[in-house]
């Protein structure tokens, strides 16, 4: 059979079969006993290995070109499960420097626990990341499009210094989504989502998955079913549901990402935009070279002659959010969210200002869109 293309895989991979009823979606199974005899598996939700966790693995592996993945209750679940699954006490690993803040928070508040030490690379080159690795290091930990500012990283370049070096890659692709970008294909090992992001993409979902060689996901397995962070069935049949329409999701939200990056850039009240798909980002040349879209997360700096808290109170159709990816636009200030934690000097060197803007671009009328944008402008100037 030819190989089917990423829009028939969103739909059809994985689906389980209604032999009974012949209904067009999958059953759900949502038991948590199965019976057995002596040879059958056992299944159990905790083992990651239900009928429904099965056919969803299998559809987001696919996806990301990987021989096997695992559905988890979060984001972080899935984060944590394949950064602890593959180090263990005295080993030492390697993460770009600005990383999600839950991942951050991961590794400075538990690892010394389990003593795991690391490295935050301020640089995200791979010889920034190389000049890291030490004797015991064994995992090399990144992140792109990265958060705020969507820096890029070379994934082929990390990946091919990983495997010379002898490391394990991982990468968060939440950002990318598998439509934009699959990490595996450049040569990195293991590939992660928070699939509360764009794989649910209704902002009703947590969840977060791992994928990558049927090796080393078993290996996050092994410890995956210790510490159980599955999915409960119905949210991975919901998951499943969604993910049928990621690629026209995703699609729709990089042209209205460009669309508004174009147009806020030419805006006065707006400094800078930060948006991988525009010639002017550093790394607009890597991002074409490595991504297949550039995306629906862009970032932009209000002039500050403007408001910034009168412009987000003024928005109608965009609503302040935390979360991201959604069918529907939403923005935060990380100065004021995600990063409010940091002392603002921190901030300074990380590059977010305090009329730093991030938005996530839903799928709405782009008209729609601009105009919101702009009445808020207009009722917020200093
Ligand atoms: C949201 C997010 C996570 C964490 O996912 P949860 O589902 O909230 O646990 C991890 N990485 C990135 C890039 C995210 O945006």
Not at 14 to 27: A, F, I, M, N, T
Not at 81 to 95: C, N, P, Y
Not at 314 to 330: F, H, K, Q, Y
Request: proline letters at 4%.
């Amino acid at each position: 059979m030819k190989k089917r293309k990423l829009d028939t895989l969103c739909v059809h991979e994985g689906q389980l079969k209604d032999l009974v009823h012949k209904g067009s979606v999958s059953p759900l199974y949502m038991a948590t006993a199965y019976a057995f005899d002596d040879v059958e598996v056992k299944r159990y939700p905790r083992y990651f290995n239900t009928p429904n966790q099965v056919g969803l693995a299998k559809k987001i592996a696919a996806l990301e070109g990987a021989e096997q993945g695992l559905i988890f209750g979060s984001g972080m679940a899935a984060v944590s499960t394949a950064l602890l699954s593959h180090l263990r006490s005295g080993d030492h690993v390697v993460l770009q420097g600005d990383l999600y803040g839950g991942t951050t928070n991961l590794i400075v508040e538990e690892f010394k626990k389990f003593g795991i030490a690391y490295s935050f690379s301020k640089g995200i080159l791979a010889s920034d990341l190389e000049a890291f690795i030490k004797p015991n290091t064994k995992v090399i930990y990144i992140e792109t499009p990265s958060n705020p500012l969507m820096k890029i990283v070379d994934l082929e370049a990390v990946a091919s210094m990983a495997k010379q070096r002898g490391v394990i890659s991982m990468i968060d692709n939440t950002f990318a989504s598998p439509v934009n970008q699959n990490p595996i294909a450049l040569g990195i090992d293991l590939v992660i989502h928070s699939a509360t992001k764009y794989l649910g993409g209704h902002s009703d979902i947590l969840a977060g998955t791992v994928v990558g060689s049927e090796k080393q996901i078993d290996v996050v397995f092994q410890m995956a079913k210790n510490l159980g962070g599955s999915l409960s069935d119905y949210t991975v049949w919901l998951l499943e549901r969604s993910i049928k329409t990621l690629s026209i999701r995703v699609r729709a939200q990089n042209d209205n990402a460009m669309a508004l990056a174009i147009f806020l850039n030419k805006k006065p009240s707006i400094d800078s935009v930060y948006y991988p798909g525009l010639t002017s980002h550093p790394d607009h040349e890597l991002a074409k070279r490595q991504m297949h879209g550039f995306g629906g997360m862009l970032s932009f700096e209000l002039n500050t002659s403007y408001d910034i808290d009168v412009f987000q109170k003024n928005l109608n159709l965009i609503r302040p959010a935390m979360s991201l990816a959604g069918v529907e636009s939403t923005l935060t200030i990380p100065s004021k969210t995600s990063h409010a934690l940091l002392t603002p000097e921190d901030r300074v060197v990380q590059g977010i200002k305090d009329n730093l803007i991030r938005f996530s671009t839903g799928i709405e009328d782009l008209q729609d869109l601009k105009d919101d944008i702009n009445e808020a402008l207009k009722n917020s100037k200093l």
